[in-house]
C-alpha cells in the first residue's frame, strides 16, 4: 500500500474507483480532468493534489488509472506536444480502464514501454456502485509479470479479475461483451414497445420473459427503467453508440459481418443524433414505444 496513485478522468468511475482505494488505505497523491472543478472538488475531499498538468500526475504517482471517453482522449492524454502522461514515465505503471479500440491500447502500451514504463488494460464490465463498492468485474490486458505486480490493487477495486491476454485483448472482449448487451437492451426496447402497442400488461411480459428464453440481465436491469421512461444515465447511450461501433470495427479489421450489432448501433446513434445521447442506455425504448418519438 505504500505506492503512490494517481487517476487521469474522475467522472462517476473513475472518482468512485479512486474513492474505493482511499477507503482501504492507498495514498491517492492527485487527480487530473478536463473539468477542473470536479478534479478540484475530489482533490479536496481525498486530500490530494489536484494536477493541474498530466505529468504532473506522472510525477507524484507510481501507478496511473486513466478512466477517459473515448480514443480521441486516450490520445490527447499520452501525446499531446505541450504536455502528456509520459513525461519521465520510466518505471511508473499506467492501468487504463476505458472501453477503447485495441488499436489504441496499442499504440499507447507501445510508446510506454519504449520509455520503460508498464501499461495494462483494465476493462470493467460493472457500474458505479461497483465502482465505489471494489466490486469490479476487471478484465486485464497485458504482461503476466505486470498484471501480477499489480495484483493487490486490482483485487481491491473487484470482486472478479480475469487475465485476458497481451495488450489489446481485454479491449476485444469487452467489445463483445459490450456489444451483446447493446443488442440484448434493443432487443428488449421492441420487445416491450411491441408489447405495449398490443395492449399487454407490461409487468405480466416482463415476468413471462424473466421464465423463458426472453430472460436477460438486461430484463433485470433496464424493463422498468424503459416502462417507467426513467432513464437516468448509468451507462450512456452515447457510450452504447461508441462501444457498439467499435465493434463494428473490430469485425470489419476481421472480415466478419454483424448485421444486428449494425442494426444496434444505428439505433443508439439516432438517439446520439435526436440530442438523447446523455440518457441511459435503456433510453433506446423512446424509439420503439408508439408516440414516444417525433
Known amino acids: 500500500m505504500n ?15 479512486a474513492r474505493n482505494l482511499k477507503d482501504k488505505g492507498y495514498e491517492i497523491s492527485s487527480v487530473n480532468d478536463v473539468n477542473k472543478d470536479a478534479a478540484a472538488e475530489l482533490s479536496q475531499e481525498l486530500g490530494c493534489e489536484h494536477a493541474e498538468t ?34 519521465n514515465a520510466e518505471g511508473k ?6 472501453t477503447l479500440s485495441p488499436g489504441i ?28 463498492e471494489g466490486k469490479l468485474y476487471l ?17 481491491d477495486m473487484s470482486i472478479n479479475l480475469k487475465h ?6 481485454a479491449a ?18 421492441e420487445g416491450l414497445g411491441l408489447a405495449d402497442a398490443l395492449g399487454l ?28 421512461r426513467d432513464h437516468e444515465a448509468w451507462f450512456s447511450a452515447e457510450h452504447a453508440a461508441k462501444d457498439s461501433g467499435i465493434a463494428a470495427d473490430i469485425a470489419n479489421d476481421a472480415g466478419v459481418k454483424l448485421p444486428l450489432n449494425d442494426a444496434t448501433c444505428a439505433q443508439f446513434n439516432k438517439l446520439v443524433t435526436d440530442g438523447k445521447g446523455e440518457l441511459d442506455k435503456s433510453g433506446v425504448a423512446e424509439l420503439t414505444f408508439k408516440g414516444r418519438h417525433q
Open 201 to 228: 400488461d407490461l409487468e405480466m411480459v416482463c415476468d413471462v420473459f424473466s421464465q423463458t428464453g426472453a430472460n436477460s440481465r438486461v430484463l433485470e436491469t433496464d424493463a422498468e427503467d424503459m416502462i417507467a
Open 93 to 98: 505503471t499506467f492501468i487504463n480502464c476505458a
Open 3 to 17: 505506492q503512490k496513485i494517481g487517476f487521469v478522468g474522475i467522472g462517476r468511475m473513475g472518482a468512485n474507483m
Open 139 to 155: 478484465m486485464i490486458g497485458g504482461k503476466e509479470e505486470i498484471f501480477n505486480s499489480m495484483k493487490p490493487v486490482l483485487e
Open 172 to 189: 476485444q472482449v469487452k467489445a463483445l461483451v459490450n456489444m451483446v448487451m447493446n443488442i440484448n437492451t434493443a432487443g428488449l426496447a
Open 54 to 87: 498530466l505529468a504532473q500526475v506522472t510525477e507524484s504517482s507510481d501507478i496511473i488509472f486513466t478512466v477517459v471517453t473515448n480514443d480521441k482522449a486516450m490520445r490527447s492524454i499520452y501525446f499531446s506536444e505541450s504536455d502528456n502522461l509520459l513525461t
Open 105 to 132: 491500447q496499442k499504440e499507447v502500451a507501445d510508446a510506454a514501454e519504449a520509455l520503460g514504463a508498464g501499461v495494462l488494460e483494465g476493462c470493467m464490465a460493472s457500474s458505479i456502485p461497483q465502482a465505489r
Open 164 to 169: 485476458i491476454g497481451e495488450i489489446g485483448k
